[in-house]
C-alpha cells in the first residue's frame, strides 16, 4: 500500500489558502470605490460677477475649482463671460484638476442693462450625466434674467431624467420672480412631460426681500408640491454682516423628494470645510455654495456602508483562523 507523501502532511501544507482573504480584500477596495462613485451631487453657486479677470487669478481659480469639482453638476450664476473664455480656462482647469471631463452649457448674456449681463452656467461630470435638451425660458415680463433650463439623465441616479431649472433673481423683484417660477414649471413640464423639475440658485429669498408676509403670495411657497430644501434659517452669505437664506433648492413633486439622500440637502462653509480665511472665500464670491444628493440607482451600492463592515468582519475572521 502507497503511504501519501510526507510533504502533504507538514504544516505548510495545512494552511488555508490565502486567496480567499485576498479576494475579499478586493472586494473590499471595490465597495468602498462603489460607495465613492454612488454619490451624485448637485450644487448651485453665485460666484460674483466671474470674467476673464477673476479666470487668471490663480489663488480664485484654485478655490473655485475646489468647490465645483465637488459636484457632478454645478449650476453657476452671475458670470460676466461674453465670449466664453473664462469659462472654458475653469473647465480645462478642471480637466487637469481631476483628471476627469468636464463640460459646459451656458446660457447667453441676459439682463436689461448692459452693465450688468449675466449667465447662467451648468458644468458637469461626461461620465455621470448627460445633457438632454435645453431651453430659454423667454417671458421678459417675468424675469430681469430668465430662467436657462436644461434636462439632464444620469444612469448613476435613482431618478433618470431630470429637470434644473436656474433662478438669480433681480434683489427688488425677488418676491414676484419667485413666483413665477410656478408658471416655468408648468411651461417646461408640459413641454418635456416631465415633472422631476428642480429649481435651484440666488432666489435672494430672505431678509428684507422676502418677508414672511410676502411668502404668501408666493405660490411656491405655499404649493404643497414644492419642498423647499434649504430652509429660512441658514446663512448662505460669507459675511457676519448677514445671515440670510438667499440661495435655496427646491424641488417638485414625491418621486424627487424621494430621490434625494435624507439630509443632505445643505451650505457648503468654504472657508471651514476647506481650512481658508474669509477674506480668500470672499475673492470668489459672497455667497456660499449649496448642495444637495441624489441616491444611487442600484440599491447594492445604498447598502455600501453595511457591506464594507461585513466585509472587514470577514476578513479579519479569516485571517485569524488561517493563522
Known amino acids: 500500500m502507497n503511504r501519501p507523501s510526507a510533504h502533504l502532511n507538514s504544516p505548510i501544507m495545512r494552511r488555508r489558502s490565502p486567496l480567499l482573504p485576498l479576494s475579499l480584500i478586493f472586494f473590499f477596495f471595490v465597495s468602498v470605490g462603489a460607495a465613492t462613485d454612488s454619490e451624485f451631487r448637485i450644487c448651485a453657486y453665485n460666484v460674483q460677477k466671474f470674467d476673464s479677470e477673476k479666470a487668471a487669478d490663480y489663488r480664485v ?7 465645483v469639482a465637488r459636484c457632478d453638476i454645478c449650476l453657476l450664476q452671475d458670470v460676466r463671460d461674453p465670449s466664453g473664455s473664462a469659462i472654458k480656462t475653469l473647465v480645462s482647469s478642471l480637466d ?7 463640460k459646459a452649457v451656458s446660457s447667453k448674456s441676459l439682463g436689461t442693462s448692459d452693465a450688468d449681463l449675466q449667465k447662467y ?13 435645453q431651453y430659454q425660458y423667454q417671458n421678459k415680463d417675468f424675469f430681469v434674467r430668465g430662467p436657462f433650463v436644461v434636462r439632464f439623465k444620469s444612469k448613476k441616479t435613482a431618478i433618470k431624467d431630470f429637470i434644473l431649472v436656474p433662478l438669480h433673481s433681480e ?8 413666483d413665477r417660477l410656478v408658471d416655468v414649471f408648468e411651461d ?6 416631465n415633472t422631476n423639475v428642480m429649481f435651484l440658485g440666488d432666489f435672494h429669498a430672505g431678509c428684507a426681500y422676502v418677508t414672511r408676509h410676502s411668502k404668501k403670495s408666493i405660490r411656491l411657497f405655499s404649493g404643497s408640491k414644492f419642498s423647499w430644501l434649504i430652509g429660512d434659517r ?3 452669505t460669507v459675511s457676519d454682516e448677514t445671515s440670510c437664506a438667499y440661495d435655496r433648492i427646491v424641488v417638485h413633486g414625491k418621486s ?7 439630509y443632505s440637502a445643505k451650505v457648503f462653509n468654504v472657508a471651514k470645510e476647506f481650512k481658508i480665511t474669509r477674506s480668500k472665500v470672499l475673492q470668489v464670491s459672497d455667497h456660499l455654495p449649496v448642495e444637495v444628493r441624489l441616491k444611487s440607482s442600484a440599491p447594492f451600492l445604498q447598502a455600501t456602508p453595511l457591506l464594507i463592515l461585513l466585509s472587514v468582519s470577514v476578513i479579519v475572521s479569516s485571517f485569524l483562523s488561517a493563522l
Request: glycine fraction near 0%.
Open 234 to 236: 441658514l446663512d448662505t
Open 256 to 262: 424627487f423628494v424621494k430621490a434625494i439622500v435624507p
Open 61 to 67: 481659480m484654485h478655490t473655485l475649482m475646489k468647490i
Open 188 to 193: 417646461v413640464s408640459k413641454k418635456w412631460n
Open 121 to 133: 452656467v451648468f458644468i458637469y461630470r461626461t461620465k455621470k450625466v448627460s445633457v438632454v435638451d
Open 171 to 178: 434683489p427688488s423683484r425677488a418676491a414676484q420672480e419667485i
Open 96 to 102: 487637469r484638476y481631476e483628471d476627469d471631463n468636464f
